[in-house]
């Protein structure tokens, strides 16, 4: 997987994503984290994936190489839009998603306004769910480029501290953080205060209770920026037919941290 992939005009918004597999269709869809892309996101578990599904992962509007439109104004039913419409564009009549952090959230809303579109719910981190912001999470939305903050903030996502310290990780995701457009619309998302952005992406109690197909919640336990407590424990208390898998040792990037186990969960639940 290289970091430039296709482009599919999506109900007018160019748009940018990665393809690859063949088999039963998943939709990959990636966080909010400052140089976020499809690409950054799910680079270590494409090789793994694509062996078993075909893969699509979009860069979500705003973020990544998909198109910026001028004065657009970034919201969840925008980015939801913006997935549900590339889902048709691609001809894609039912597809398993995998939702990373906002993700996850997208992902839900997808099930609760589009059933029809959806078989089977894979959430990593995932928002969704109203809790009180956390310290790390606000840090990560109001991320302002440099290096320095750049190693901040991937110390926050991951477990491992040295992980902070990988100067190619860390260059990787800054240059990607200042490329022409980026951050301007990076920092239109989320202003402060921030717990509005929270809520925003949450759905009701009903709404999750009227969520039938099957949902695998996958939280690492020393999560800082979006804390399994809050989210994916209570998830798996009131959707009917979740399952929670939650690996010790990890923070939140799960696909990072633990790629090929991550891998192996996901393989084993779509395939039941």
Not at 191 to 199: E, G, I, L, S, T
Not at 208 to 220: K, T
Request: with cysteine; aromatic share 10%.
């Amino acid at each position: 997987m290289i970091e430039t992939g296709k482009y599919a005009d999506v109900k007018g918004i160019k748009t940018h994503y990665h393809e690859d597999g063949k088999g039963e269709p998943l939709l990959l869809i990636h966080g909010s984290g400052p140089g976020v892309s499809a690409w950054a996101n799910w680079r270590l578990v494409f090789p793994l994936l694509s062996q078993h599904f075909h893969l699509y992962a979009p860069d979500v509007v705003g973020f990544g190489y998909t198109e910026r439109p001028k004065d657009i104004q970034y919201s969840v039913n925008v980015w939801v839009e913006h997935m549900i419409n590339f889902v048709e564009t691609m001809n894609l009549e039912k597809v398993s998603i995998i939702g990373n952090s906002m993700g996850g959230a997208l992902a839900l809303h997808i099930a609760n306004r589009r059933p029809d579109l959806v078989k089977k719910l894979i959430l990593m981190g995932s928002a969704g769910i109203e809790f009180p912001i956390t310290e790390e999470l606000d840090a990560v939305w109001g991320y302002t480029p440099s290096i320095e903050n750049m190693k901040k903030i991937i110390g926050i996502m991951s477990n491992d501290p040295s992980m902070g310290e990988n100067d190619n990780l860390v260059k990787m995701r800054y240059e990607a953080s200042i490329q022409e457009g980026f951050q301007e619309s990076y920092s239109a998302m989320f202003p402060p205060p921030r717990q509005k952005h929270v809520n925003a992406l949450a759905l009701t109690e009903e709404q999750f209770r009227a969520i039938e197909i099957p949902v695998l919640l996958i939280h690492g336990r020393e999560d800082r920026v979006i804390p399994l407590d809050k989210t994916s424990w209570k998830l798996s208390q009131i959707v009917p037919d979740a399952q929670l898998h939650v690996f010790p040792n990890c923070g939140h990037w799960v696909q990072i941290e633990k790629t090929e186990f991550f891998a192996g969960q996901v393989i084993e639940f779509l395939n039941k």
